[in-house]
């Protein structure tokens, strides 16, 4: 499939089977999440694969759904601030770092067949807690990761006039 297609094909589910996730499948996931980009190449960020029940039970404390708890496993995206490139202005990278990351990961594990959500209505302190993150490193971001349970929801879009501006807004 092409790019579009898989882009298309790619959406937010909320519901997993208990199947648990191929190793090779976690391993490319993981190695597309380390190719992505990042600002001066800095890679301010760090990846928690979490399998152990009793912390997977702690994060859903930090997004309290059921379905979220379903996956067989989750990935805690974190990131590391003091280590990010640093515009002019202030504005630290380190966010949007993780969000290509991110994007990575959920792009690679729909076009293997298995479901991503993209958490960023999380308890941070909750998260750190439970993942013993050390001073310094900042949680960004959840995801389950699981065979799909369902076939999730269709995707509804603004239409490219209302996104794109030419020459200025």
């Known amino acids: 499939m092409n790019f579009i297609e898989?882009?298309?094909q790619r959406s937010?589910?909320?519901?997993?089977?208990n199947d648990p996730v191929d190793e090779t499948a976690l391993a490319q996931v993981l190695a597309a999440a380390n190719l992505a980009p990042s600002a001066a190449n800095r890679q301010p960020l760090h990846i928690i694969v979490v399998r152990d029940p009793a912390v997977r039970h702690?994060?859903?404390l930090a997004y309290n759904r059921d379905w979220f708890r379903q996956a067989p496993l989750m990935l805690a995206i974190c990131t590391e601030p003091a280590?990010?490139?640093v515009r002019a202005d202030g504005k630290n990278y380190a966010d949007v770092g993780g969000a290509i990351?991110?994007?990575h990961i959920t792009l690679c594990a729909a076009d293997l067949g298995l479901g991503t959500c993209w958490i960023a209505a999380l308890d941070p302190a909750q998260v750190k807690t439970v993942l013993k993150l050390p001073d310094g490193i900042e949680p960004l971001a959840l995801t389950p990761l699981g065979l799909p349970a369902d076939a999730g929801r269709?995707?509804?879009r603004k239409p490219l006039t209302a996104l794109v501006h030419h020459d200025g807004w």
């Open 6 to 8: 898989l882009a298309a």
């Open 154 to 156: 269709p995707k509804t």
């Open 101 to 103: 990351l991110m994007d």
């Open 12 to 17: 937010s589910v909320r519901g997993y089977r």
């Open 83 to 85: 280590k990010a490139w």
């Open 58 to 60: 702690g994060l859903g």
